[in-house]
């Protein structure tokens, strides 16, 4: 298949397929839901369907901007039919918001053409090169900020200028990376840092995820540590619209253990056996 193939495939009607990722909130011994994230994977029985190749596929060919458009098209489409869903995280490449002057536009646009608002979404900077920095991107994030949308910063923990990342746009949340949050169980120089970002996050405002989380040792710790927000495959996997709208999270405002345990069972880790309940999203003031 030619190059130029795969990314007509790509931007084909069908050529994406999102898939939901739900990002829980610790409530006593409760997880309550607090957003979900659109991940997409690419064009069916083809070599770009996982997301990490799709997207070095974008970055290599510099198609971040229309690849990114094309997954948030994608993402908010079928985010639309999760009426009960507080907030959606969508990715975003760093290079797209310092080169595409008319991204905040086509935010508000798509948005509004899937009865979405704006302030339900946060856009998730992905950081893959050294740096991008321009006014272009600055006025980026101020456009997106007027409009609603919250800024996280992605994958945190790894690359070469997250701090310098942090201090230019100051982030609503910041989300540690699977890197730094495996076996934080075990491995105290882990927990050393878990713990730094975390009072870092507070000190200037932020909400902090620990994303990746596998297994019920690693998430006691980062409970022990303070964290109240996590995202990973001890919870849930990442499901398809279909699977969404029918999880038990979604079912219901507030499900019963009893009722729901096996529900629960069957689609997440065995630590989901409490209650759900679906809230709003409770932002840091500006």
């Not at 009960?84 to 760093?94: D, G, I, Q, Y």
């Not at 499900?255 to 709003?280: D, E, M, W």
Request: hydrophobic share 45%.
């Amino acid at each position: 298949m030619s190059e130029g193939s795969l990314l007509d495939d790509i931007l084909a009607p069908e050529g994406l397929s999102p898939r939901f990722q739900p990002i829980l909130e610790a409530n006593g011994a409760d997880w309550d839901l607090h957003a979900v994230e659109c991940l997409m994977r690419g064009p069916s029985a083809t070599n770009i369907e996982p997301a990490d190749i799709l997207f070095e596929y974008a970055r290599r060919k510099r198609a971040e901007s229309i690849v990114d458009r094309a997954c948030i098209a994608a993402g908010l489409k079928a985010a639309s039919q999760l009426d009960t869903v507080p907030r959606f995280f969508l990715n975003v490449h760093a290079s797209t918001l310092g080169r595409d002057a008319d991204f905040a536009k086509f935010m508000a646009e798509t948005a509004a053409e899937h009865s979405i608002a704006p302030s339900r979404l946060t856009l998730e900077i992905v950081e893959r090169r050294p740096y991008w920095n321009g006014p272009r991107f600055m006025a980026t994030l101020d456009r997106l900020r007027i409009m609603g949308i919250k800024i996280a910063l992605d994958d945190f923990g790894l690359g070469e200028s997250n701090y310098r990342m942090m201090l230019d746009c100051w982030p609503d949340c910041i989300k540690i990376d699977r890197y730094v949050v495996r076996n934080c169980d075990s491995d105290y120089g882990r927990r050393a840092i878990l713990d730094s970002i975390a009072n870092l996050a507070m000190t200037i405002g932020s909400k902090v995820i620990a994303e990746g989380v596998q297994t019920k040792a690693e998430l006691k710790a980062i409970r022990d540590l303070g964290f109240t927000l996590a995202q990973g495959f001890v919870l849930y996997k990442p499901m398809t619209l279909a699977e969404m709208r029918e999880s038990a999270l979604l079912r219901s405002a507030t499900v019963a253990s009893a009722s729901s345990s096996a529900v629960a069972t069957a689609q997440t880790g065995p630590l989901l056996r409490s209650k759900y309940r679906v809230h709003a999203w409770r932002a840091v003031a500006d």
